[in-house]
């Protein structure tokens, strides 16, 4: 079984904390990883992180994923 990365934890209690919900907007995404979240902060968030899916209003990604990613 392969084991989690360093720093995982943290980040994923980080991202949690934040966001509304297991899954996390890319507003949230941009204010959780960059601090603001205009447009050109969403612009690089969804093409810096890989897992977005098609929510009812925007675009949305699972908690763990992200968590994952920031690592």
Do not use: N
């Not at 943290?10 to 919900?21: H, T």
């Not at 979240?37 to 209003?57: C, I, P």
């Not at 925007?58 to 763990?64: F, G, M, V």
């Amino acid at each position: 079984m392969a084991r989690e990365k360093e720093g995982y934890r943290d980040a994923l209690e980080r991202v949690r904390s934040q966001a509304a919900g297991e899954m996390v907007t890319v507003a949230e995404a941009a204010k959780i990883t960059l601090g603001a979240a205009d447009r050109k902060e969403k612009d690089w968030v969804l093409r810096k992180f890989t897992g977005w899916t098609q929510g009812s209003h925007d675009k949305k990604i699972p908690a763990t994923a992200l968590a994952r990613q920031l690592c």
